[in-house]
T-cell receptor, first 115, second 110 residues
Framework: DAGVIQSPRHEVTEMGQEVTLRCKPISGHNSLFWYRQTMMRGLELLIYFNNNVPIDDSGMPEDRFSAKMPNASFSTLKIQPSEPRDSAVYFC?????????????FGSGTRLTVV | GEDVEQSLFLSVREGDSSVINCTYTDSSSTYLYWYKQEPGAGLQLLTY?????DMKQDQRLTVLLNKKDKHLSLRIADTQTGDSAIYFCAESKRFQKLVFGTGTRLLVSP
């Protein structure tokens, strides 16, 4: 199992540009989470999906952020336009709604720097 | 609401035991987790415990849960320099989001 795969690993962009972060969950997992990690705010949940349906997006900072999960094997987090305060590490995690595995598996993260 | 708190820093000597503590506020939490994060890396699940248990042991790791006091601890026996990392406590209800603590930075000196 390749685990949760995120791309890109690093992204440097200029303020005002659109940024798209990508995530491939573990095959068979049907719950997907986007987290953001900063020194000031720690790990914050942005949004999560169950069976490709957004369940809780209350952590999405503002309208500049949007997330989609068009199918069970792919999700995107888009920031448009990006701002320097969006600089953070963005993590994707997946979990299964079935079976006895209760652990959430995290990807390696995307380090975003907005200059 | 949900809130998870941890002390920020712990320093131990190699070979000693480490105990990392966590308190949480949501009494309806079903699962409690410990994650480890090494510099520049993602979060690695170390162990989890159901809220109806009070102890779980997994090799060098022992998790203790005091549900009455909403207190969770992680004990690492025979701590090694490779255990130096940030340790996050987290709680969740089934099928719902993980709520993380602030993380405890563990420094193991030779």
């Amino acid at each position: 199992d390749a685990g949760v795969i995120q791309s890109p690993r690093h992204e440097v962009t200029e303020m005002g540009q659109e940024v798209t972060l990508r995530c491939k969950p573990i095959s068979g997992h049907n719950s997907l989470f986007w987290y953001r990690q900063t020194m000031m705010r720690g790990l914050e949940l942005l949004i999560y999906f169950n069976n490709n349906v957004p369940i809780d997006d209350s952590g999405m900072p503002e309208d500049r952020f949007s997330a989609k999960m068009p199918n069970a094997s792919f999700s995107t987090l888009k920031i448009q336009p990006s701002e320097p305060r969006d600089s953070a590490v963005y993590f994707c995690a997946s979990n299964s709604l079935r079976g006895l595995n209760y652990g959430y598996t995290f990807g390696s993260g995307t380090r975003l720097t907005v200059v | 609401g949900e809130d998870v708190e941890q002390s920020l820093f712990l320093s131990v000597r190699e070979g000693d035991s480490s105990v990392i503590n966590c308190t949480y506020t949501d009494s309806s939490s079903t699962y409690l987790y410990w994650y480890k994060q090494e510099p520049g890396a993602g979060l690695q699940l170390l162990t989890y415990i159901f809220s109806n248990m009070d102890m779980k042991q997994d090799q060098r790791l022992t998790v203790l849960l005091n549900k009455k006091d909403k207190h969770l601890s992680l004990r690492i026996a025979d701590t090694q320099t490779g255990d130096s990392a940030i340790y996050f406590c987290a709680e969740s209800k089934r099928f719902q989001k993980l709520v993380f603590g602030t993380g405890t930075r563990l420094l193991v000196s030779p």
